[in-house]
């Protein structure tokens, strides 16, 4: 479903996923890289809208709805310059409108990166 999309261009990987939450993994490369060598914080927020928004669709009828992210607040706590970074998304309110998500961003250590609150709007197609 990602092909050939912005997802699928910064190389996301979707790994693991349950009723409560979604994990996927994202490389620190030049895609996802800013100009001085560390982590975009812009790929970190892309990396947690991505893991939220898939893991509402997860939940979801996607053949009645569909979610769209609609806030996406992020603090970026530790600069990370390769390798890979993890992604794991705990949904903290499942309304029937709005799915909130807290996305925690680390390295291959445990160590924090980001930390991403994501709020998806679920609406009718």
């Known amino acids: 479903m990602c092909q050939g999309t912005f997802i699928s261009q910064i190389e996301i990987k979707f790994t693991d996923f349950g009723d409560t939450y979604m994990k996927a993994r994202m490389p620190v490369n030049n895609k996802t890289k800013q100009p001085m060598g ?49 992604a794991n998304a705990q949904l903290t309110h499942k309304g029937n409108s709005v799915h909130i998500w807290d996305v925690q961003i680390t390295d291959k250590n445990g160590t924090l990166i980001s930390i991403v609150r994501v709020s998806n709007m679920i609406k009718e197609k």
Request: aromatic content about 8%; overall charge negative; charged content about 10%.
């Open 38 to 86: 560390s982590l975009h914080g812009g790929a970190s927020l892309a990396l947690a809208e991505s893991v939220a928004g898939a893991g509402s669709m997860a939940i979801i009828d996607t053949k009645k709805y569909i979610a769209y992210g609609f806030q996406v607040s992020g603090n970026h706590l530790t600069p990370v310059h390769s390798g890979e970074v993890w």
